[in-house]
């Protein structure tokens, strides 16, 4: 495993910015009130949190150029600016299931940015441990890259080829433990996630919500974070380029749930995506990869699946009779 960039003091000002990056979202979220997101607003926030993940990679360029050289700089902004495509590119998929559980759960469009926010912070949270797990698994079985190597693969080629099949809630393990064991309103009470009624605690469909997004977006994490580790293992970069992705989800949901549809091929991009990671990781010791290779076959391939879904129609599908 090589060694990490991070110091104490890179970890400490990184956390800081999210922190602060995160009160700044609910503060604005506060604010709106129950105004839904507009495109403009969507469109803004997620130049800003881009132009933030761009102002990192800058800054940390120079400040590696400055004191460890023009190679190590290239090197390691090339790994951050290859995470960060991979893992934004990824979190797309997370957009299309965010749609599909605001549909199922008729969340009203004023409620939804506060689900979002929330959600991304457990998000945070919970890959940041998973993270963690990763770089100490690695750092102790090195092996263990072949592994992510081959389910990468794997995932690759289900994405590609398994067909075009909704998650089904109604078999969702964490929404039936939750109907079992919780108590569950029917009706959303505002942005409230639970309410005290009769002395008991009463969970508003809200929160199902919430818990939803975060168990979501852990179990895209499982094929995303295997894939930023073919890039570096540097935790410090796997680390900032996956939560500088995922902090601007919630704009990106509101920028791209109404153009879901258009990019009907990018799923094969991902795909592919996924397989070129998996096997450069299965030939790394015959053959490494530079990563100004990585990040243009990446975002190549990503860019002719969104080029393609505009130029080839979606195949219109008739509704199933009931």
């Known amino acids: 495993m ?5 110091n104490v003091w890179w970890w400490s000002g990184f956390v800081v910015f999210v922190i602060v990056a995160i009160l700044v979202d609910l503060l604005a979220v506060e604010r709106k009130g129950s105004r839904a997101v507009t495109i403009k607003q969507a469109l803004a926030w997620s130049a800003l949190w881009v132009g933030l993940a761009m102002a990192f990679c800058a800054f940390l360029w120079f400040w590696l150029d400055t ?12 790994e951050f600016l290859t995470g960060y495509l991979i893992e934004k590119s990824l979190s797309v998929d997370n957009i299309f299931v965010f749609l599909m559980l605001f549909t199922a759960f008729a969340v009203p469009a004023e ?5 979002l926010i929330l959600g991304v912070i457990g998000a945070v949270v919970l890959r940041a441990i998973m993270i963690l797990v990763g770089a100490w698994l690695i750092a102790r079985f090195s092996w263990i890259l072949y592994v992510f190597g081959a389910f990468l693969l794997f995932t690759g080629a289900k994405m590609a080829f398994g067909g075009e099949h909704e998650p089904d809630l109604e078999k969702n393990p964490i929404l039936r433990w939750m109907r079992g064991h919780l108590k569950l309103l029917p009706q959303y009470d505002g942005a409230k996630l639970a309410v005290t009624r009769n002395g008991e605690r009463w969970f508003t ?10 168990i979501t977006d852990v179990i895209f994490a499982v094929d995303s974070i295997p894939a930023i580790f073919a890039i570096t293992t540097d935790p410090f970069i796997v680390m900032t380029s996956n939560i500088f992705a995922i902090l601007g989800l ?3 949901y509101f920028l791209l749930a109404d153009m879901a549809a258009r990019f009907h091929l990018l799923k094969y991009g991902l795909a592919a995506v996924l397989a070129f990671i998996g096997v450069k990781m299965l030939i790394v010791d015959f053959f490494h990869m530079p990563v100004a290779l990585s990040l243009g076959a990446v975002g190549g391939l990503l860019v002719l699946s969104v080029i393609a879904s505009l130029l080839i129609p979606a195949k219109s599908h008739t509704p199933a009779k009931h």
């Not at 090589?2 to 991070?6: D, N």
């Not at 469909?205 to 975060?214: R, W």
């Open 205 to 214: 469909p809200l929160f199902v919500v919430v818990v939803l997004i975060g």
């Open 2 to 6: 090589e060694t990490s960039i991070g």
């Open 67 to 78: 004191h460890g050289g023009r190679e190590l700089a290239n090197q390691k902004a090339g």
């Open 111 to 115: 409620q939804q940015k506060k689900a």
């Open 250 to 252: 919630r704009a990106l």
